[in-house]
């Protein structure tokens, strides 16, 4: 039973991003990078707080990553973490994107 509502609870967060997201390009274009930015803040927000400073996610301010490394990060976010709610984002996201929103997080700022 829990399988399925986690995949009913992800199922809208999906088939937002993958509206929002399927034309992202392999370039860093503004109107991109934005869209990265506000999918970070606002999908990922939505577990890991939307300041990022934690909820039912772990904190991913800049300060609680720094022992990480930007392939750790992407790895996670492209696969997912098992018998925990992070959901596996690579049906959604490229490896440049979610390397991307690796060093976002590292950094702070959104390239």
């Known amino acids: 039973m829990a399988d399925i509502r986690c995949g009913i609870t992800w199922l809208p967060l999906a088939a937002a991003a993958a509206v929002l997201f ?5 370039q860093a274009e503004p109107k991109n990078a ?8 606002q999908d990922c927000g939505s577990c890991h707080g939307l300041t990022l400073k934690g909820g039912l996610g772990p904190e991913l301010t ?19 973490i098992d018998d925990t709610p992070m959901p596996p984002w690579r049906p959604l996201l490229s490896e440049q994107d979610a390397a991307r929103i690796a060093d976002y997080l590292l950094s702070g700022e959104m390239k």
Request: glycine share 6%; hydrophobic share 45%.
């Open 22 to 26: 399927s034309p992202l390009a392999a």
């Open 34 to 41: 934005e869209a990265l930015k506000r999918f970070v803040h």
């Open 62 to 80: 800049q300060e609680a990553l720094q022992y990480y490394d930007r392939d750790v990060l992407s790895g996670v976010i492209l696969d997912g």
